[in-house]
């Protein structure tokens, strides 16, 4: 993992009728260099967006970052055996979430699946903040209603909506 390129960025996307969304520039070039290449040196174009295991908003990251993840969350449920012995099936539930791999074009921008979107209630705007291993995809009206959130999450929220003239 330490040849990775970190997720760190962050900006507000329009989400127009379809659920089309780009991933915001600072974010989109570490899922590209993180992604294997096609064979050909270049970088495959699919971003893995799941709903978080906490928060109520969406998770993406790199098509390598799957089996480091998948690793973990095996490692957690080794960890931590249920009273009877038997691994807790819901630690993979809860960390995997609801993923899918989704193609994006040159330009970052991809398609929202419906159902992660209508859980994660984003709707015409999604705000990308980068969370260095993966970044996290939130309507900003929940973000800034969200009681962990961090005030800078908050504020970064709170300005891009004031500086593109949109009401909360």
């Not at 015409?124 to 970044?135: E, R, S």
């Amino acid at each position: 993992m330490s040849e990775r390129e970190l997720y760190q960025g962050y900006g507000l996307q329009a989400v127009d009728e379809k659920g089309r969304v780009a991933i915001p520039a600072s974010l989109r070039g570490s899922v590209e260099a993180n992604n294997p290449d096609d064979g050909e040196g270049k970088a495959i174009r699919k971003l893995i967006l799941s709903t978080h295991p906490r928060e109520n908003c969406l998770i993406g990251y790199d098509l390598r970052y799957t089996a480091h993840l998948a690793e973990r969350l095996t490692a957690r449920e080794l960890a931590n055996p249920g009273d009877d012995g038997d691994i807790d099936y819901n630690i993979k539930r809860k960390g995997g979430g609801a993923a899918e791999s989704l193609p994006f074009d040159a330009s970052g921008r991809f398609i929202l699946p419906p159902f992660p979107r209508f859980q994660a209630q984003i709707g015409a705007h999604a705000f990308f903040w980068g969370v260095l291993d993966f970044f996290e995809v939130w309507d900003p009206k929940t973000l800034i209603e969200c009681d962990s959130a961090t005030d800078v999450q908050k504020a970064a929220a709170r300005f891009f909506m004031a500086e593109k003239g949109i009401a909360l």
